[in-house]
């Protein structure tokens, strides 16, 4: 059984389409995350939920909305998408919002998203 | 700001030979420090971490990272590479509610 699943695996469109990209967490965990990894293996993240409550929201453009319908499921959907979006987009969990980064974060497998 | 530097982009070692990734750390107070996998194609993998206590942290896959304040420290060890430790290595630190990663250390094993 999987444990963090995203789709789709791979998305190429073209620049000023909108897309999401989904994620769903069958751990029973309370917060979820979204990174991005660049062309460079730069891994830095965007977005964190717990609960469907959004806590951590770095510096990303307003373009990037994170969604989380319900705790197992945190989507990621993008406006207006530009050339430099185009990167790996992964998706974590963990257990427990409070014990924060010293909680083991689970990865999905990654979203490659190309931009043309 | 915390960072994590990994000064060696790619590795190459033998197979059965020993392994040392380095990871450089900047934080002001006692570090959370992480060692994560990325097989092809694959989501990360928590290979092991460090809180507090002893300063040698075994983990999975027969891996062990040291923990060396006084160099600002946390190197990843393996004695003895398989070709299946192929992969992309990466350090993090914790802050705040977050991982900061390191750029990543490419690992390439010759037969």
């Known amino acids: 059984d999987t444990a963090v699943s995203q789709t789709p695996k791979y998305l190429v469109t073209q620049m000023g389409n909108d897309k999401s990209i989904k994620c769903e967490q069958n751990?029973?965990?309370?917060?979820m995350y979204w990174y991005k990894q660049d062309s460079k293996k730069f891994l830095k993240i965007m977005f964190s939920?717990?609960?469907?409550?959004?806590?951590i929201n770095e510096t990303v453009p307003n373009r990037f909305s994170p969604k989380s319908p319900d705790k197992a499921h945190l989507n990621l959907h993008i406006n207006s998408l530009e050339l430099g979006d185009s990167a790996v987009y992964f998706c974590?969990?963990?257990?427990?919002?409070?014990?924060?980064?010293?909680?083991?974060?689970?990865f999905g497998p990654g979203t490659r998203l190309l931009v043309l | 700001a915390q960072s994590v530097t990994q000064p060696d982009i790619h590795i190459t070692v033998s197979e059965g030979a020993s392994l040392e990734l380095r990871c450089n750390y900047s934080?002001?107070?006692?570090?959370?420090l992480f060692w994560y996998v990325q097989s092809p194609g694959q989501g990360l993998q928590l290979l092991l971490k460090?809180?507090?206590?002893?300063?040698l942290v075994q983990g999975i896959k027969g891996f062990e990272a040291e923990f060396k304040r006084s160099q600002s420290s946390f190197n990843l060890r393996k004695p003895s590479v398989h070709w299946s430790d192929a992969a992309e290595y990466f350090c993090?630190?914790?802050?705040?509610?977050?991982?900061?990663f390191g750029q990543g250390t490419r690992l390439t094993i010759n037969p």
């Open positions: 993090a630190v914790g802050s705040g509610q977050k991982l900061v």
């Open positions: 974590a969990s963990s257990q427990d919002r409070l014990a924060g980064f010293q909680e083991t974060q689970y």
């Open positions: 934080y002001g107070a006692t570090p959370y």
């Open positions: 460090y809180f507090s206590g002893d300063t």
């Open positions: 939920y717990n609960n469907k409550e959004l806590i």
């Open positions: 751990l029973g965990h309370d917060t």
